[in-house]
């Protein structure tokens, strides 16, 4: 990923709650890798509840949240929710919060 931040008119922000079996299964490696893939920004983290939690930004997140949300060997999305957010345009980087 660029370590230089630049906006544009096409960039989306959104807030998403993962639910299904998304804990303990490699999710959260899951959208690092998207996200590195799409050059995103933003952070995702583990939930007291079992969700996951992200917040994705960048030009290709409607491309993020199709990739998450498909099944693989492990995890599985049962249902998500969608926010859009406005761009924050300070951040550098795609990280696991805790």
Same mark, same amino acid.
Request: net charge neutral; with cysteine.
């Given at each position: 990923?660029?370590?230089?931040?630049?906006? =544009?008119? =096409?960039?989306?922000?959104?807030?998403?709650?993962? $639910?299904?079996?998304? $804990? @303990? &299964?490699?999710?959260?490696?899951?959208?690092?890798?998207?996200?590195?893939?799409? =050059?995103? +920004?933003?952070?995702?983290?583990?939930?007291?509840?079992?969700?996951?939690?992200?917040?994705? $930004? @960048?030009?290709?997140?409607?491309?993020? &949240?199709? #990739? +998450?949300?498909?099944?693989?060997?492990?995890?599985? &999305?049962?249902?998500?929710?969608?926010?859009?957010?406005?761009?924050? #345009?300070?951040?550098? =980087?795609?990280?696991?919060?805790?």
């Amino acid at each position: 990923m660029s370590p230089f931040f630049y906006y =544009n008119e =096409n960039m989306k922000r959104y807030y998403i709650i993962y $639910q299904g079996i998304v $804990q @303990g &299964v490699g999710f959260r490696g899951k959208a690092i890798a998207c996200a590195r893939k799409h =050059n995103l +920004t933003g952070y995702v983290r583990n939930c007291a509840n079992g969700d996951v939690e992200c917040e994705i $930004q @960048g030009e290709e997140v409607d491309a993020f &949240v199709k #990739e +998450t949300i498909a099944d693989d060997r492990f995890a599985k &999305v049962f249902d998500y929710s969608l926010k859009e957010l406005p761009v924050k #345009e300070d951040e550098k =980087n795609f990280r696991v919060r805790f």
